[in-house]
């Protein structure tokens, strides 16, 4: 239902009388902006010039109580809501397909307690991460994630894509480290799921929440694990003859529960794509380790570890490199060395157990390097969060002169992210580990889950039964 006239311009009042005037906002080119988020096709739709829709207006409220009325509002008028911290997600997940409002979230940027004696952090969901991780470290504390995007994402968009960060290897994903959660739902009432996430309480409805990526209500407030900054962390760079080799030294490092905050191995293209712009020269494959903690038991794992990667055919390099790593590692994730519109790529990353990994890394590498040849297609991946039972791939594929015509463009990245989709299912692996669905992937939801999907679907009309949380993402449709 499309609000106009007078029936918009009570909506609208209703929305400031619940926020504040000013925290609504109706800019044309602020309502285009949010529309979209980090993902390829809606910047390829947005440079092309094609009809978007665009949301209302953006809802800017700063308490859960805010959240709550606007909530309320737009429940009765049976408005879209696109909850968004900072719009760093590559799956559409925070585009607004439907028109509607934006709510935004980062007004809502406090930290509520830290709780030294159980090292408990309670915050809003729209604080900055890098703003959070300098004001945890300046008392000698860390959140253990440290994504890529920390510079423009927030707190409370870690959760909503079960996000990982540079050390999941050892401290885990964001859905690890949270311990509970306060949400809005669709009506505005207001709940909170149990103060830990360990129990024996029946199902736990902390993680029906994280990774809803904002289809079945708002998180207004979290509470996450956090780690005292370590007494030294050491640094590693190995070099292996091929990838089957650095596969199989991290998998009997992670079998043997070696624990390393960073394992990151990278195939001879991404050596090209990632590691070479922090301004080294190397050539082949190579693996990044760092252990971190007291420094004795840092060593110790330390030379265990370089034993196994000498045995699995490695070369040490030593320290500095890998250190140079460190220091660099955000480099290839920024201006002007992260790849950007015109130019075409997706990250159809997975994650799956050690004994499918390699045939689906070569099975996707085939795929894109033969089937789209005439366009000069590249694929690169590294392996960047580990497991004790398997692995993630983070790999790409690259076109550098894509169609010119919106559509045709669109068809085409479509068509190489369906097969490698499918690539990744055949495999033993699942449509995503970290970056989330959103409408990109959605898709393919019912693919993956077969009918589980529909029970899924059942508690997102349970709790959202007039469908406006975030609608068309997660493969749920709108009613």
């Known amino acids: 239902m499309e609000l106009v006239g007078y029936t918009l311009a009570m909506f609208r009042s209703e929305l400031e009388n619940a926020v504040g005037k000013e925290n609504v906002v109706d800019v044309e080119e602020k309502r285009k902006e949010l529309s ?66 934006v709510l935004d979230v980062t007004r809502m940027d406090k930290i509520i307690e830290i709780d030294h004696k159980s090292l408990v952090l309670t ?37 909503a894509a079960r996000g990982s960060g540079v050390m999941s290897t050892k401290y885990g994903k964001a859905e690890d480290m949270v311990l509970n959660i306060e949400v809005v739902l669709p009506d505005g009432r207001v709940i909170e799921t149990l103060p830990t996430p360990n129990h024996a309480c029946g199902p736990g409805m902390l993680q029906l929440f994280v990774g809803s990526e904002g289809t079945l209500g708002v998180i207004t407030k979290v509470s996450m694990r956090l780690d005292p900054l370590p007494e030294v962390r050491l640094h590693r760079m190995i070099q292996f003859p091929t990838v089957s080799a650095g596969l199989a030294a991290g998998q009997e490092i992670m079998t043997n529960r070696l624990n390393p905050a960073v394992i990151r191995l990278y195939d001879p293209g991404s050596t090209e794509k990632s590691l070479n712009t922090t301004g080294v020269d190397l050539d082949g494959v190579y693996m990044v380790i760092m252990f971190d903690g007291f420094k004795e038991l840092a060593e110790a794992q330390q030379k265990k570890v370089l034993d196994i990667c000498i045995a699995n055919g490695g070369t040490d390099l030593g320290e500095e490199l890998g250190k140079h790593w460190w220091d660099t590692r955000y480099v290839a994730y920024k201006p002007p060395v ?110 993956q889950y077969g009918e589980a999907f529909n029970v899924l679907l059942d508690i997102k009309k349970s709790i959202d039964p007039k469908g406006i949380m975030n609608p068309g993402k997660l493969g749920f449709g709108v009613w």
């Open 123 to 159: 915050a809003q969901p729209g604080i900055n991460g890098r703003v959070l991780e300098d004001l945890l470290n300046e008392q000698g504390l860390m959140l253990a994630h440290y994504p890529s995007s920390v510079d423009i994402s927030t707190l409370g968009g870690y959760l």
């Open 338 to 447: 992260h790849p950007a519109f015109p130019q075409m790529y997706g990250t159809p990353e997975t994650v799956t157990t050690y004994a499918n990994i390699e045939k689906l890394y070569y099975a996707k590498k085939k795929f894109v390097e033969e089937t789209y040849k005439e366009w000069g297609a590249k694929y690169t991946a590294h392996f960047s969060h580990w497991y004790a039972w398997g692995t993630m791939i983070y790999d790409r594929f690259y076109i550098d002169h894509p169609p010119e015509d919106a559509e045709e463009a669109f068809r085409l990245h479509n068509e190489i992210w369906a097969e490698c989709t499918r690539i990744n299912l055949e495999n033993g692996a699942v449509l995503n580990e970290h970056h989330g669905i959103g409408f990109k992937l959605g898709w393919f939801m019912r693919e």
């Open 36 to 101: 979209i988020d980090q993902s390829w096709i809606t910047h390829m739709w947005n440079e092309r010039k094609q009809p978007m829709a665009t949301p209302y207006f953006i809802v800017r409220p700063s308490t859960t109580e805010e959240v709550s009325k606007v909530m309320i509002i737009c429940n009765t008028y049976k408005v879209p809501v696109v909850p968004r911290g900072g719009g760093s997600g590559t799956a559409g997940g925070a585009a607004t397909l439907y028109g509607g409002i």
